[in-house]
């Protein structure tokens, strides 16, 4: 009973740090976009973790956590009403679920990760894209899309089998929603005015980066729980290798970026140095508690460099992601992913080719439905908000609202 | 009366306020404006350079009798100055009219 009580606390620490990543999230997204759509950010992001966590109790969670699959790879769960029924029903709150926590707390953890994965799509999407459209798409990915990649490996799927590992998400989560923000940027087209009509990226700096590095600052500390709660226990010595590598990682992203892109762009720029860090944090998270710090050091290095070659790849695609979605959750979702198989504990060509095939997977998986997802939303209700509001802003047009009433209104009405 | 509407650079403030106080004018508006000019700023921001001539001033409005005027300009001339591209402009006009509203007295007396 007392390793119960705990590894229970533990977790539930951890649920309440990922939880707060949901405001991590928030600072940045809105940081680094435009004032005049300050509240539409905002509202998606209360909006996801809300829905996010009613979803997740209705279907998510007993969809990724089937007890088994039909023809191994569809859930065997639909429409169970009330995921959270099912142990509770016996009474179960003590060791015969878990040694680690309790079925309630493992529903809440789980909850609190499956709405990142929506949020990493809004930042992707922002001032353009309509509320509505976005809610429709953040409901379907979570109910559906989420869950199911997730059960194939957390669920004890078939890539579980096969010997994928990915501890706390740089695929699972971070590429789930990362996919769904590539094929969102490349279906709603660039902001108007990133490119010029040469096609040559345009700046458009985001209006507060205080917040946004405060965002970042919350969004570390969160990954604090999202890693150290996915050792699934209070154990000792793997939670506190996990923060080691983890803190190590960040701060190796940061300043790899920070120096990279001093070198490349001659400008010390802030907003990479915080990419930076969230590219190493998400890098490290597929192997945190299999890497040592030297390991987890190299790892967050190469993130940061990807992240500062990532946005310029973003830009010469001609694609538009304000705030780097992609560099940070695709892009340093998959090199986390195969870092497993190149450093620490599982190295080996064997281990790296089963990286790949979850990462490729995954990644067919995320891009058909997301495609799919998107595409018939924009061929419906529409995907885009039309020229003039998203000239004149979101928070007017679809909020009829003001970020920053008292500040100097930004519309004439 | 005239009125001096002056656009400096907001570095310069502090001077040019310290220098108006010294003789004497200590009534006077400011705010903060966005102008476009011969200066070009260079901006990077993640990774894609872009420059540009919209620039921060302050504007300085200050209402004062004819007989200040000269004194007036030499000051904001002296403490605006850096001798480079961006240090401003000045402008002068006549004010018809002035009131302190307390009082209702006009003219000159109410400047101060």
């Given at each position: 009973m007392e390793i119960l009580t705990i590894n229970n606390v533990w977790m539930m620490l951890c649920t309440a740090l990922v939880f707060f990543m949901h405001l991590g999230f928030s600072l940045l997204e809105v940081g680094l976009t435009r004032q005049k759509n300050a509240i539409n950010i905002l509202f998606k992001n209360v909006f996801i973790i809300c829905i996010g966590l009613l979803i997740y109790s209705l279907i998510g969670f007993n969809l990724m956590y089937p007890a088994s699959f039909l023809y191994g790879i569809?859930?065997?769960?639909?429409?169970?009403?009330?995921?959270?029924?099912a142990p509770m029903v016996e009474g179960v709150l003590d060791l015969t679920y878990n040694e680690g926590y309790t079925f309630y707390t493992d529903f809440l953890f789980q909850g609190m990760f499956a709405a990142t994965a929506a949020t990493i799509v809004s930042g992707a999407v922002?001032?353009?894209?309509?509320l509505s459209s976005f809610m429709i798409f953040a409901m379907l990915y979570l109910a559906i899309v989420y869950p199911i990649a997730g059960s194939w490996k957390w669920g004890g799927g078939f890539l579980d089998e096969l010997g994928f590992y990915d501890f706390a998400g740089s695929t699972l989560v971070h590429s789930v929603g990362g996919w769904a923000a590539l094929i969102g940027i490349y279906l709603l087209g660039a902001r108007l005015g990133k490119f010029d009509k040469n096609g040559i990226s345009q700046a458009i700096p985001g209006h507060n980066i205080p917040l946004a590095t405060a965002g970042v600052f919350i969004l570390w500390l969160g990954w604090f729980g999202f890693n150290g709660g996915s050792v699934l226990s209070a154990d000792p010595s793997l939670t506190s290798i996990t923060l080691v590598t983890t803190c190590l990682a960040a701060a190796a992203g940061g300043i790899s970026a920070f120096l990279f892109s001093t070198f490349r762009y001659k400008n010390y720029d802030l907003t990479m140095f915080l990419n930076g860090i969230l590219g190493g944090l998400v890098g490290i998270t597929a192997g945190a508690d299999q890497m040592s710090p030297t390991d987890a050091v190299l790892i967050g290095l190469v993130s940061g460099v990807i992240i500062v070659l990532g946005v310029a790849l973003i830009d010469k695609l001609k694609l538009d992601d304000p705030v780097g979605a992609v560099p940070v959750h695709l892009i340093c979702g998959i090199w986390g992913t195969l870092a497993v198989g190149i450093f620490?504990?599982?190295?080996g060509w064997d281990q790296f080719f089963k990286q790949l095939a979850g990462v490729g997977v995954i990644g067919a998986f995320c891009c058909i439905s997301a495609l799919l997802i998107f595409y018939t939303i924009k061929s419906t209700l529409g995907l885009r908000m039309d020229g003039l509001s998203e000239t004149e802003g979101l928070d007017i047009h679809e909020h009829g609202m003001d970020a920053y009433a008292e500040f100097g209104a930004i519309q004439e009405k | 009366m005239k009125k001096i509407e002056a656009i400096i650079r907001k570095s310069k403030f502090e001077e040019v306020k310290k220098g108006l106080h010294d003789i004497g004018v200590n009534f006077f508006s400011y705010w903060d404006v966005t102008g476009v000019g011969n200066e070009k700023q260079g901006h990077v921001y993640r990774g894609v350079s872009y420059s540009t001539t919209d620039i921060q001033r302050r504007l300085v409005s200050i209402v004062i009798s004819d007989d200040f005027l000269d004194k007036t300009l030499q000051v904001i001339f002296k403490t605006a100055y850096t001798g480079a591209v961006g240090d401003g402009k000045i402008f002068i006009s006549t004010v018809e009219e002035a009131y302190r509203i307390r009082t209702q007295e006009g003219g000159t007396d109410s400047l101060n």
């Open positions: 569809i859930p065997d769960y639909f429409l169970g009403l009330f995921g959270i029924q922002a001032e353009r894209i309509k620490g504990n599982l190295a | -």
